[in-house]
């Protein structure tokens, strides 16, 4: 018997494709964020956001690094008024 292979999860061979890369920054999409990290697979990448976000207030989002399409946001800080001008200390690298 031939086994069929889905193609969106398997490569050439039937061999697992890899999970596309994503990019996690700090700021607002527009107005020149700041990369943290890349994460391959959207849900550690969500994963590792959320964890950023609750360490540190303020807004973040996940853009697939192939294409910058942004894939998620979130904003930790109380208003808009608490966004720190610069990144901060606790998140540099």
């Not at 990019?23 to 020149?32: E, L, S």
């Amino acid at each position: 018997m031939t086994e069929i292979l889905n193609p969106t999860v398997r490569g050439l061979g039937g061999d697992p494709k890899p999970e596309p890369a994503y990019d996690i920054y700090w700021g607002r999409v527009h107005c020149n964020p700041t990369w943290l990290e890349s994460v391959n697979g959207l849900g550690d990448a969500y994963e590792l956001m959320t964890m950023l976000a609750a360490k540190s207030a303020g807004p973040y989002f996940i853009a697939r690094a192939k294409t910058s399409i942004v894939r998620g946001t979130i904003d930790t800080s109380r208003y808009c008024s608490e966004w720190p001008s610069e990144i901060p200390s606790d998140l540099e690298r």
